[in-house]
Each structure stands twice: as structure tokens, then as C-alpha cells.
């Protein structure tokens, strides 16, 4: 059964590279039209690029007034957002809390919470108005057992995004907007290489499905929450981690 994602516009941040990247592909196969949007315009561009079309802006979800001209250049050149898939974030391995200082505490939560609210809020009044659509958020596996190597700051960060994903549902739920959240756990992604490298099997060994996770996994499961297949599904939180963790 293919997935027919035709008229639908599908915003997704972070998208430069990684799984945003794999997201943006998988999407755009589908039929959607793509806005690609990161901190990294030149990235963006260039994932356009490998779509062969779709529309690619530079944004820094830090700053509420580089957001809203985001907003209002999307609007103004694809009339809105059916899809919005919350994909930008920081990551930082750390161990311990005394680690973590201040300074990378408000720039991870920054990024990763306050960016995806930023976003969240400058489209949902849209999606209203167009009657219904999707909005994907991005927690983790650390939000679901703590943070095993990555920081404090960073499990912080994705466990609120859960609360937030569940509030958002239940405000968007008489819309028709359904919001759900993913959560990853092992994905080979440039910085997840870096620090696993030269001890995966290591990793593998416990994953009971016994190999590391590909971002085309989880770009296969936001296309699932994307797509009509999973109008009935709202508030939840699927777990992309071939077993590592099962709640």
C-alpha cells in the first residue's frame, strides 16, 4: 500500500541533514511538497536539491522574530501547513550533572523545547483554520529511561516534549490536528557515529532486534503519522528503538 501524501504541504526543521534529511525524502516520495527548513541554509538547500523541489529557508529556532518570518514566508508561498514535523535539536554527551554547564543547559533546551514550541505555535492557528493535519515532535529514547551518555540537559529537554506533545493533542484533538511524538533510540546518525564508533557491536548486543537504527526507520514512522493511516492516533509516543526499550 503506498501512501499518497499529493496537495500536502510538510514543514520540517532540522532537516538538513540526518533523519530530518531522511524525513524530508520519504515525505517528498510520498507526494508531499516539502519546506525544509535549519539553522544551516546551506544544508537546506542542498536537501532540496535532492528532492528536485520543494522550498528551503534558513531559521534559527533560538529567535522568535527569525520563526514568525518563517512562518509568514511559508504561508505566503505554499498557503500553509497540513504537516509539521519537529525534527531540529541538539544533542550532547555528557556524564553527570556537574558536566552540563549553564550555558549548554539553555542552549540545548533552547533548541530542542523552546524551539519546537516556537514552531508549534507560530503554525498551529493555521492548521486550524485549514481544518486539520499532523504534527510530529521529537523526544528520545533518554526521555524514557534517562539519559545513558547524553547529558542531563538533553533527556531534560526530550522528556518535556512529551508533556508538551500531550497538552498540544488535547488542544488540537476538536481540529482535527492530531500530535504525536517519536522517540529514537540508537540512529546512525553523523554525531551518534561518532560516539559509537569502534564499539557497536557493543550497542547491538543490546538490542534485541540486534542492529542499530537507520534514519530511513524512523523517517518510515513519521510517513505513518503523517499520512490518514493514522487519523485516529493522537498524544502518543512511538518508540523507535528495536527493543531497547519497551513501555
Known amino acids: 500500500m503506498r501512501i499518497d501524501l499529493t496537495g500536502k504541504t510538510a514543514l520540517i526543521t ?6 530530518g534529511r531522511a524525513c524530508a525524502q520519504t515525505l517528498s516520495e510520498a507526494g508531499a511538497f516539502v519546506v525544509v527548513v535549519d539553522v544551516n541554509g546551506t544544508g537546506a538547500q542542498e536537501t532540496v536539491a535532492l528532492l528536485g523541489r520543494g522550498l528551503a529557508l534558513a531559521c534559527d529556532l533560538r529567535q522568535p522574530d527569525s520563526v514568525i518570518a518563517m512562518r509568514d514566508r511559508v504561508v ?8 509539521l514535523v519537529n525534527c ?33 505555535q507560530a503554525f498551529m492557528d493555521g492548521m486550524k483554520e485549514r481544518g486539520g493535519g499532523s ?10 529511561v534517562g539519559g545513558i551518555e547524553v547529558g542531563i540537559h538533553y ?8 508533556g508538551f506533545t500531550r497538552t498540544l493533542a488535547k488542544e488540537g484533538g476538536p481540529f ?27 550497542y547491538t548486543a543490546q538490542i534485541p532486534l540486534r ?9 518510515n514512522v513519521v510517513l505513518f503519522l503523517a499520512s490518514p493511516l493514522s487519523n485516529y492516533i493522537t498524544g502518543v509516543v512511538l518508540d523507535i528503538n528495536g527493543g531497547m526499550y519497551m513501555g
Open 76 to 83: 505566503a508561498e505554499t498557503g500553509g501547513v497540513d504537516i
Open 88 to 120: 531540529a535539536g541538539l544533542i550532547s554527551y555528557r556524564k553527570g550533572i556537574n558536566a552540563v554547564s549553564l550555558d549548554e543547559w539553555d542552549l540545548l533546551l533552547d533548541v530542542n523545547l523552546r524551539g519546537t514550541f516556537l514552531v508549534c
Open 14 to 19: 532540522g532537516a538538513a541533514s540526518g533523519i
Open 155 to 162: 533527556a531534560a529537554s526530550k522528556a518535556a516534549l512529551i
Open 176 to 202: 482535527g490536528i492530531t500530535v504525536n511524538a517519536v522517540a529514537p533510540g540508537v540512529i546512525l546518525t553523523e554525531p551518534v557515529k561518532r560516539q559509537v564508533g569502534g564499539h557497536e557491536d557493543a
Open 135 to 144: 504534527i510530529i515532535t521529537f523526544s528520545s529514547l533518554a526521555a524514557r
Open 211 to 219: 542492529r542499530l537504527g537507520q534514519p530511513q526507520d524512523v523517517a
